[in-house]
């Protein structure tokens, strides 16, 4: 399966566990879920604080656990930014990251988040899935 979708993932705390400068343990199922969307046809994009020597042992740790990069902290290989002419914010259709709003739900939560195409409203204090809630009966002429 093709498409063109582009995700960008953290690595501290999302794909390994928090350890940084040193490479945490990886997730529960973070590489299986990275290769399955890669195998579907997304494009992965590694957007990390890392740099330097602390980023090029995070892609070397992604690279011998199955995971090549589309692009690494850019929107796609190659890019050169212009912080004169350009934003820093980068070209991706989801982020996947250990601060987002409501935490980190885990790699089988995000695979399935994905597939499904789910959103979120906040209601009160929580973060809900709009597949979990409850279809409110529409009001009009026929009933």
């Not at 579907?40 to 604080?49: A, C, D, P, Q």
């Not at 990069?69 to 212009?82: K, T």
Request: proline share 1%; net charge negative; hydrophobic share 40%.
């Amino acid at each position: 399966m093709l498409n063109n979708k582009k995700i960008a993932v953290d690595f501290d705390g999302t794909i390994v566990d928090d350890a940084y400068p040193a490479i945490g343990k990886a997730k529960i199922f973070a590489f299986e879920t990275l290769k399955r969307l890669q195998a579907e046809g997304y494009r992965l994009i590694l957007w990390t604080y890392r740099h330097g020597k602390t980023l090029d042992e995070a892609v070397e740790f992604c690279r011998q656990n199955g995971i090549e990069f589309y692009a690494v902290n850019s929107s796609f290989e190659g890019e050169v930014f212009d912080s004169e002419n350009q934003s820093r914010k980068l070209d991706a259709d989801w982020f996947i990251d250990d601060r987002n709003l409501g935490g980190f739900p885990g790699w089988g939560e995000i695979y399935n988040i994905i597939q499904e195409r789910i959103e979120f409203r906040v209601e009160g204090k929580e973060v809900l899935a709009y597949s979990k809630l409850k279809k409110e009966k529409k009001k009009g002429l026929f009933w």
